[in-house]
């Protein structure tokens, strides 16, 4: 099946600094991509979809100023978390849709786990 | 708005025991169900889906069939492996394809030899 990277795989930042977290499709081309946060024990929540060539969309209550999304090309797109505090410490997730023959598929990578000190 | 609720894990098996992971779900109109399984270390993969109601998805002998009446999505296998040991989600789309996924909390499945 499709493979979608992240880099880093987890990350460790001091409280005010940024930190880039990278997802790649390797092997297709993804128009859409998603970023997920999972909390311990939590569901994955969906913060915003990111569509390549435009603005990404957030879901109500995610700070776009704070989660700054990149969707550069058609296998990358990038989350910067801006001045990290504490209580972004979570993980990461991005998915990476495919379509084939009119059927949708998202495929996740492995994600990101972020610890602000 | 929409939701999925998943029967709390962890959920631990001796080899080839049967296997049931109980999916509610509440949405408006008729979403599309999905099961995500991630096994240790990787991202979550798609185990099986249905997009209406009565479907059956199948996969890698799980079954889940899709009941509107009691707006469940039952995960089951007959007969599970240590090679099972996984996290599993239920998750949920009210967009048709794959869109906003919903998920569950997910549930931790350990089988033992």
């Known amino acids: 099946g499709a493979v979608v990277s992240q880099h880093p795989s987890w990350v460790i930042c001091k409280s005010g600094t940024s930190v880039k977290i990278e997802c790649r499709s390797l092997?297709?081309?993804?128009?859409?991509m998603f970023w997920y946060r999972q909390f311990p024990k939590q569901s994955l929540m969906l913060m915003a979809t990111?569509?390549?060539?435009?603005?990404?969309?957030?879901e109500q209550g995610v700070e776009k100023d704070k989660f700054l999304i990149n969707h550069a090309s058609l296998t990358l797109s990038t989350l910067t978390v801006t001045s990290a505090h504490p209580e972004d410490s979570s993980f990461y997730i991005c998915?990476?849709?495919?379509?084939?023959?009119?059927?949708?598929?998202?495929?996740f990578g492995p994600g990101t786990r972020l610890t602000v000190l | 708005g929409n939701s999925v609720t998943q029967m709390e894990g962890p959920v631990t098996l001796s080899e080839e025991a049967f296997l049931t992971i109980n999916c509610t779900y509440t949405?408006?109109?008729?979403?599309?169900l999905f099961w995500y399984v991630q096994y240790p270390g990787e991202g979550l993969q798609l185990l099986l889906k249905a997009t209406k109601a009565d479907d059956k998805g199948s996969n890698k002998g799980f079954e889940a069939t899709y009941r509107k009446e009691t707006t469940s999505f039952h995960l089951e296998k007959g007969s599970v492996q240590v090679s099972d040991s996984a996290v599993y989600f239920c998750?949920?789309?009210?967009?048709?394809?794959?869109?906003?996924?919903?998920f569950g909390k997910g549930t931790k499945l350990t089988v033992n030899p």
């Open positions: 990111s569509n390549e060539g435009s603005k990404a969309t957030y």
């Open positions: 998915s990476a849709r495919e379509w084939i023959e009119g059927t949708d598929t998202q495929y």
């Open positions: 092997d297709f081309q993804a128009t859409t």
């Open positions: 949405a408006t109109g008729y979403p599309s």
């Open positions: 998750a949920l789309s009210d967009q048709g394809g794959s869109e906003k996924l919903v």
